[in-house]
Structure formats: structure tokens, C-alpha cells
């Protein structure tokens, strides 16, 4: 029986990269790469030398065919995202759902688990997060208002990601829209060198960007309302 691995990467430092996760990306016979050049800084690190394929959501369903072609065929692979666990905020979960119609179950899909950038910044949010309401990236223009509406009216806390381009807009549309004093906690650069977290109302952290940096990948979580 073949089987899919669905691995979780570090989503910068390389060290957290679990022992699971590398003795399942040593004995594939292929890897799935969102971005081939961006995971094989990982696998150099750690003496991989397994082959890799790309795989990422402009992939064609001639890739997705050639795929379960090589899983018909009793190969073992691993799917891997630039960072963090495959399926959130990522396209792996289309694959996944391809490989369990095609197969059921002759084939297995089994996760590998590890790292997510949602889950890294809300053990060090402070916030409640016995429930939260994760949406991933906003979108940047049809449907963005109702979501910010939604994050401020929500008793739940919210979990996003936000790129470079758009943080301060994110922030000012919160302010805008009335998210008032509610607190926030914002992740730059999770894990990595320049590793920044923020803590204030939306108004605040604006400042402490403006007197710092905005570059990198932010993760923010949004205090519910009470």
C-alpha cells in the first residue's frame, strides 16, 4: 500500500523541524514542494537527498494525474509546503481531497505533524484561545469588509495572516471599523532572526510598526469580544 505523508516544515528556523519529519522525508521515494529551491535549504541542512517535485496551487491537473500515477504505482511520498503544516492557508488540502476519491482507502494519507504559525503565536498571545476563528489570509478586495465586520463582532478570538504589503491597512481598517481598545497580538517573522511580537490595541501597535519595521510575514491574533 502507498502512502501520502502530509509534512509539517519549520516556518523559519530550521531547527524546529521534528525527528518524525525527517525520518519520513529520508524514506520516500519523492517530495511534493511547494517551492522545490525553498525546500531544499531544509533538506541540505538535514542530508537529504531525495528527489522533488513541484507541487503548488498554479499546478496544472497533469501534475495532479502524474502524481497519483506514481502512488498507483506503490511509491511512497511526502507533501511538503514552503513552511508550516500543508492544507492550512496552503493548497495541499485539494490534493489531499483528489487522492482520497481517487483511491479510498488503498491508499494511505497520513499526517506528519508539526509546526503552524497560527498555533506558534497563540501559545505566546496571552489571549484567550480556547476558541478561535482562523481565517487565513483576507482577502484584498471582494468580500475583505464582511470579514473585517465579522473580526469585530466576534466573542471569539481571531487568528490571520497578513503579508508585508498589507498589514497597515489591516490594522487601519480595524481601527476604522471600531475595533476600539481590544487587544492584539502580532507575530513578525515568527521564529526567524528578526522574530518581533507586538502587543497593544490596533492604534498602538500602528505606532510601534511605524517606529520599527513592517517587513515580513505577520500573524495576528484578535482579542474576541466580551
Given at each position: 500500500m502507498?502512502?501520502?505523508?502530509?509534512v509539517?516544515?519549520?516556518?523559519g528556523?530550521?531547527?524546529?523541524?521534528?525527528?518524525?519529519?525527517?525520518?519520513?522525508?529520508?524514506?520516500?521515494?519523492l517530495?511534493?514542494?511547494?517551492d522545490?529551491r525553498?525546500?531544499k535549504?531544509?533538506l541540505?541542512?538535514y542530508?537529504?537527498?531525495v528527489?522533488?517535485?513541484?507541487?503548488?496551487?498554479?499546478?496544472?491537473?497533469q501534475?495532479?494525474?502524474?502524481?497519483?500515477?506514481?502512488l498507483?504505482d506503490g511509491?511512497?511520498l511526502?507533501?511538503v509546503s514552503d513552511?508550516?503544516?500543508?492544507g492550512i492557508a496552503d493548497?495541499?488540502?485539494?490534493?489531499v481531497k483528489?487522492?482520497?476519491e481517487?483511491?479510498?482507502?488503498?491508499?494511505?494519507i497520513?499526517?506528519?505533524?508539526?509546526?503552524a504559525?497560527?498555533?506558534?503565536l497563540a501559545?505566546?498571545?496571552?489571549?484567550p484561545?480556547?476558541?478561535?476563528?482562523f481565517?487565513?489570509?483576507?482577502p484584498?478586495k471582494k468580500?475583505r469588509q464582511?470579514?473585517?465586520?465579522?473580526?469585530i463582532?466576534?466573542?471569539r478570538?481571531i487568528?490571520l495572516y497578513?503579508?508585508?504589503h498589507?498589514i497597515?491597512?489591516?490594522l487601519?481598517e480595524?481601527v476604522?471599523f471600531g475595533?476600539?481598545e481590544r487587544q492584539?497580538?502580532?507575530?513578525r517573522e515568527?521564529?526567524?532572526?528578526?522574530?518581533?511580537?507586538?502587543?497593544?490595541?490596533?492604534a498602538e501597535i500602528?505606532?510601534?510598526?511605524e517606529?520599527?519595521s513592517?517587513?515580513?510575514?505577520?500573524?495576528v491574533?484578535?482579542?474576541?469580544?466580551?
Amino acid at each position: 500500500m502507498s502512502t501520502l505523508y502530509i509534512v509539517a516544515t519549520p516556518i523559519g528556523n530550521l531547527q524546529d523541524v521534528t525527528l518524525r519529519a525527517l525520518e519520513t522525508l529520508k524514506g520516500v521515494d519523492l517530495i511534493l514542494c511547494e517551492d522545490t529551491r525553498q525546500t531544499k535549504k531544509l533538506l541540505e541542512r538535514y542530508q537529504i537527498t531525495v528527489p522533488t517535485m513541484s507541487y503548488h496551487q498554479y499546478s496544472k491537473m497533469q501534475k495532479i494525474e502524474e502524481i497519483l500515477i506514481r502512488l498507483a504505482d506503490g511509491k511512497n511520498l511526502a507533501l511538503v509546503s514552503d513552511a508550516g503544516t500543508p492544507g492550512i492557508a496552503d493548497p495541499g488540502n485539494y490534493l489531499v481531497k483528489k487522492v482520497a476519491e481517487h483511491f479510498g482507502q488503498e491508499v494511505q494519507i497520513v499526517p506528519i505533524p508539526g509546526p503552524a504559525a497560527l498555533t506558534t503565536l497563540a501559545a505566546v498571545s496571552g489571549l484567550p484561545t480556547d476558541q478561535f476563528l482562523f481565517l487565513g489570509f483576507l482577502p484584498h478586495k471582494k468580500g475583505r469588509q464582511t470579514l473585517i465586520k465579522e473580526i469585530i463582532s466576534s466573542e471569539r478570538a481571531i487568528i490571520l495572516y497578513e503579508s508585508t504589503h498589507r498589514i497597515h491597512k489591516l490594522l487601519n481598517e480595524l481601527v476604522s471599523f471600531g475595533l476600539g481598545e481590544r487587544q492584539l497580538v502580532l507575530g513578525r517573522e515568527l521564529t526567524k532572526q528578526f522574530e518581533t511580537i507586538y502587543r497593544g490595541s490596533a492604534a498602538e501597535i500602528l505606532q510601534q510598526l511605524e517606529a520599527t519595521s513592517s517587513k515580513g510575514e505577520f500573524t495576528v491574533v484578535v482579542q474576541g469580544r466580551k
